[in-house]
């Protein structure tokens, strides 16, 4: 039978009409065979084709999609960096605006650490009365300003919400801070003006003594120590005399206003003129044993509103 195949032809019988001439074309049965396996393999492979097709387009698609759910989210992004941008901008003018407030908080920090230093000759001078050690009590104010704490902030926006919070107490605080300037500047200035470092070194070798008609008087405290050292003035201001004067020998007198004037005298050099400014701590003059004088040393005086008192009052 299988011969039989192989030998096998068809015959293919082409007519229109009656008047038209037969064609006919002979087919070994093995070219038919082939034919179609052929026919069956592109049809096969033509489906597999259009399903591969219908699948990449799908998922191109899905890519397609997914692009774009991925351009809205840059947009997004960039929406939301833009703002982020905005409120950090915002951040840093508001910033700028406070820094002006935050240099007269420094400012107020700088005259009260001038005001609380020490200066003068406090751990030079030896004493046999009583000790010269002061502690300073700083008090705290009342009105004190408050800092934020920016830890607990988690977004700007919060950090946006102190930052108005401090900008709308900003005037106020300016006013005060302006006020407690003035305040601070004036009592530096007194301060400045006031008899509080010691005038030079050594040994006390006598103490104030109040007039009170008995004859033992003393209007000042002498400091004694070797000719030639160092005398500096006890608070700003104007010299008003500046020579010699009889029993005080060379003398030097500073006006400081507030009611303040101090006097030195026995001085081996004076280092001054008359109508001359000094500020505190300046050298004026040199320690000597000029005038009624039973050595070296300095008589140094006092003088508040024309009454001679204690300068230990007024010492560090």
Known sequence: MSLDKKEKYYTLIVHSDADSKVWSVKI???????????????????????????????????????????????????????????????????????????????????????????????????IYTSDLNADIDIQNDSDEIFYYDFTHAEDLDSINDVLDELIAKAPEMSVKLSQDKQHMEDHIYMIDHTPSVWPSSGIISSVFHEYRGNGHYHGGIDIANNVGTEVNAAASGVVIFAARNRGFGNEVIIHHGFGYMTVYAHLNKILVEVGQEVNKGDKIAEMGNTGYSTGPHLHYEVIKDNAQVDPMEYLP
């Open 28 to 126: 070994h049965y093995n070219w038919l065979r082939f034919a179609f396996i052929f026919i069956s393999i592109v049809m096969i492979s033509i489906f597999t084709l259009v399903a591969n097709i219908y699948l990449v387009r799908n998922e191109l698609n899905d890519k397609i999609a997914e692009l774009d759910r991925l351009q809205e989210k840059v947009s997004y992004k960039a929406v939301e960096i833009a703002n982020l941008e905005n409120k950090s901008n915002e951040i840093k003018a508001k910033t700028k605006l406070l820094e002006e407030y935050l240099a007269q908080v420094e400012d107020l920090d700088k005259m009260v650490r001038d005001i609380t230093g020490k200066g003068g000759y406090e751990g030079d001078i030896a």
